[in-house]
């Protein structure tokens, strides 16, 4: 078992509809999460942190944590065509300088 | 303000080689993190630089090494190179633990 889990998708959404991107992890030592946009031949870019259960938004992005499940979301609202990109779940575990990367959510904004 | 630039873009090698990566982080950034990414794969944590020491290490051979310089640029090496270190590998600066910046990653292609 992997120690994030991310369904690779591909996840298809029309332009303007809700993407609902999941992540699991196994470490419960894990104390803070984050999510990264990778496009295609490009190298990930942070999006989004979150520490804390509950919900995190930025614009149009929310994030959502919930430590007792060990399950992270990101929900992109209004979603573009240009938010077609892999979506990459990461942990840290405690102050811990490794992260860990899931395989990343592959997804398509269709006009 | 200056990204996170790497050196070279791509590099193509011969198996039993040595080669040598390099990367700058974004200004103020103390922290330098490498990671492999493999096609259709999340990046793979290598090892992390801080204050020119290695804090935290991958599950990589001892075949990998890396350096921190007082200015806080660092370099990659792979000894004894094989046709499954072809990857990209990428490098990621940070001040915060988990909110890492990323280069461009550098290509290397073993033949």
């Known amino acids: 078992q992997k120690e994030v889990e991310q369904n690779s998708g591909p996840l298809s959404v029309p332009e303007g509809a809700i993407a609902s991107l999941n992540c699991t992890y196994s470490d419960r030592g894990s104390q803070s999460f984050f999510w990264y946009r990778q496009y295609s031949g490009k190298s990930p870019e942070l999006i989004m942190s979150?520490?804390?259960?509950g919900d995190k938004e930025d614009g149009r992005f929310t994030a959502q944590l919930n430590k007792a499940s060990q399950y992270v979301s990101l929900l992109i609202r209004d979603s573009q065509p240009s938010d077609s990109a892999t979506y990459l779940c990461a942990s840290l575990s405690g102050n811990a300088g490794k992260s860990t990367f899931g395989d990343g959510t592959t997804l398509t904004v269709k006009p | 303000d200056a990204g996170v630039t790497q050196s070279p873009t791509h590099l193509i090698k011969t198996r039993g080689q040595q080669v040598t990566l390099r990367c700058s982080p974004k200004s103020g950034h103390d922290t330098v993190s490498w990671y492999q990414q493999a096609l259709g794969q999340g990046p793979q944590f290598i090892f992390q630089y801080y204050e020119e020491e290695e804090r935290q290490r991958g599950n990589f051979p001892d075949r990998f090494s890396g350096h921190q310089f007082p200015n806080y640029s660092s370099e990659l090496n792979v000894n004894a190179l094989l046709l499954g270190d072809s990857a990209l590998y990428l490098c990621a600066s940070s001040l915060q633990p988990g909110e890492q910046y990323f280069g461009p990653g550098t290509r290397l292609t073993v033949t």
């Open positions: 979150i520490y804390s259960n």
